[in-house]
């Protein structure tokens, strides 16, 4: 009795290990289909949501810090962690899987003025537009796969897209900022030259609350480095344009930007530690105008109205650090309202 009790147990252990061995993820096998059913999720690509991104405050630079909330006039202002979670989801996502990055350029149509778009308009800069308010004036022409002959939009300057395949003069991209897949003329795109690069410093730019944020990526944790006033572009026909919304590279910087008066040649002075990430939008410290030669620190405007060209005004220090904090083709700048 005992003994058949013992050749039971047996044979009962010897099965079950035999159908361990089947469900071991240890096990090489083919294809992803021939995976446990936990295994084949696992295997997938996720997508990354807002309640995934741990944010830690760990500022690197400590002047005119502003509180999440602070008061303005008659009003509260505030940084938008809850939207910015939201693009750091969507920036997380897009690099779970590694491939070509790129930059669309076309600084001043140096690369070529773009094709009139599919449907166009003139705004009231008397610039040709898409029908999503892109300008043709330094924007980068957008093709749908099954036409190649009409662009079908445009993309400003500094956009950031992943590069998949390419012809000759056309290469297919998919850009970040909004969703589409796209043929783009090569002479437009820059590829940042290299497949393993993580997007880990990026720079939020916020046109409803005019602040600033730079936030960096340390382990699991994005880390607030910097809280403070900015000043974005104005509306104002035909000279200050609207800082862009979008998601940009940083792919230039000037120790010293110089501008020029509006509507004519003449030198209208200096921006301090200038990074450039759209068109002839800057991240750059407060104006001196000339004949002022030296630096000015900071200027009440800032964290008011927007009042600049385009570009996001800083205190001069601020600008120095981010221009020392963020690399160029390493960095990001989102810009949100």
């Not at 610039?127 to 749908?144: H, K, N």
């Amino acid at each position: 009795m005992h003994a058949k009790i013992l050749v039971f147990l047996y044979l009962f252990i010897l099965s079950a290990c035999i159908f361990e061995k089947k469900g071991d993820p240890s096990v090489e096998t083919e294809d992803v289909d021939s995976l446990p059913v936990t295994d084949t999720i696992a295997a997938l690509p996720k997508t990354v949501t807002a309640d995934d991104i741990l944010l830690k405050k760990e500022l690197l630079y400590d002047k005119y810090t502003l509180e999440d909330e602070y008061p303005y006039k008659d009003t509260t202002r505030v940084f938008q962690w809850d939207q910015i979670r939201k693009e750091l989801a969507r920036l997380e996502t897009v690099q779970l899987k590694k491939s070509q990055w790129g930059v669309l350029q076309n600084r001043q149509n140096k690369n070529g003025e773009a094709p009139v778009a599919r449907h166009f308009k003139r705004n009231s800069y008397k610039l040709v537009t898409d029908s999503f308010g892109t300008e043709r004036y330094q924007g980068i022409p957008l093709y749908l796969p099954d036409d190649t002959i009409t662009p079908e939009r445009y993309a400003p300057d500094g956009s950031l897209v992943k590069i998949s395949t390419g012809t000759t003069n056309l290469i297919r991209v998919s850009t970040v900022y909004f969703d589409g897949d796209w043929l783009v003329p090569r002479k437009y795109i820059k590829p940042i030259e290299t497949d393993t690069l993580y997007f880990r410093k990026t720079i939020f730019v916020d046109r409803t609350n005019q602040n600033i944020a730079t936030i960096e990526k340390a382990g699991s944790e994005w880390r607030i480095r910097s809280m403070n006033p900015a000043t974005t572009g104005v509306y104002n026909p035909p000279y200050a344009h609207p800082t862009p919304l979008g998601i940009f590279v940083v792919q230039e910087k000037k120790v010293k930007m110089i501008f020029l008066k509006d509507g004519s040649t003449k030198t209208g002075g200096f921006a301090p530690y200038a990074s450039r990430f759209c068109n002839g939008g800057y991240i750059h410290g407060v104006p001196s105008n000339a004949p002022r030669k030296t630096i000015i620190e900071y200027s009440p405007t800032l964290g008011t109205i927007p009042r600049s060209h385009m570009c996001v005004r800083n205190a001069s220090s601020h600008a120095k650090f981010v221009f020392n904090w963020a690399p160029v083709y390493e960095s990001l700048v989102f810009v949100i309202e």
